[in-house]
């Protein structure tokens, strides 16, 4: 985390297909559109109405990107958080704001939707390869792997990550 960077918490609905792809290091990355629209109540008339609406670039890496690939469709109500940043692109010869979050966390909107979660489950040198920077430190050379009791007999690629 930098300092005085902006963190928001965004609701919404996925307005695009996601784009995966790897960059040159190997690592994941997703993108898509997030459409949010506020509601607001019309005392006059008694009923909600849309209020200011807002399309923003989410992009995300990783472990994030590759489940965010396989789980997140067109038209589903997610909840975004993540690092927004504001930066101008010039385009036709203007200039213009593209809004954009990197995301560290999406979830399903339950109030909207219900989900039933399958965690993903990869060796932990694979996790820790595979993580965000910010969420697991890097393993110095000269430590061993985590080994508890009773997993040394079972396969690596069926070991649970400890969380």
């Given amino acids: ?39 607001v109540w019309d005392e006059k008339d ?9 399309f923003l670039t989410v992009s995300c890496w990783r472990m994030l990107a ?9 038209g589903d109500p997610v909840v ?16 213009q704001p593209v ?13 909207l939707c219900t989900a039933m979660p399958t965690r993903t489950r990869h060796t932990p040198d694979a996790v820790e390869a595979r993580a965000a920077p910010e969420i697991v430190a890097p393993r110095k050379p000269d430590e061993l792997p985590l080994v508890l009791p009773g997993e040394a007999e079972r396969p690596k690629e069926v070991a649970e990550v400890p969380f």
């Fill in 1 to 39: 985390m930098a300092y005085n960077e902006t963190r928001v918490t965004i609701c919404g609905n996925v307005a695009s297909s996601v784009t995966h792809t790897k960059v040159g290091t190997g690592f994941s990355r997703a993108k898509f559109r997030l459409f949010s629209a506020e509601r």
């Fill in 99 to 111: 809004v954009e979050v990197e995301a560290t966390a999406i979830g399903p909107n339950l109030a």
């Fill in 46 to 54: 008694s009923r909600w109405s849309d209020g200011s609406r807002m």
């Fill in 80 to 95: 975004v958080t993540g690092r927004l940043t504001i930066r101008d692109v010039e385009f036709d010869g203007k200039s």
């Fill in 66 to 74: 590759d489940n965010a690939q396989a789980s997140l469709n067109k």
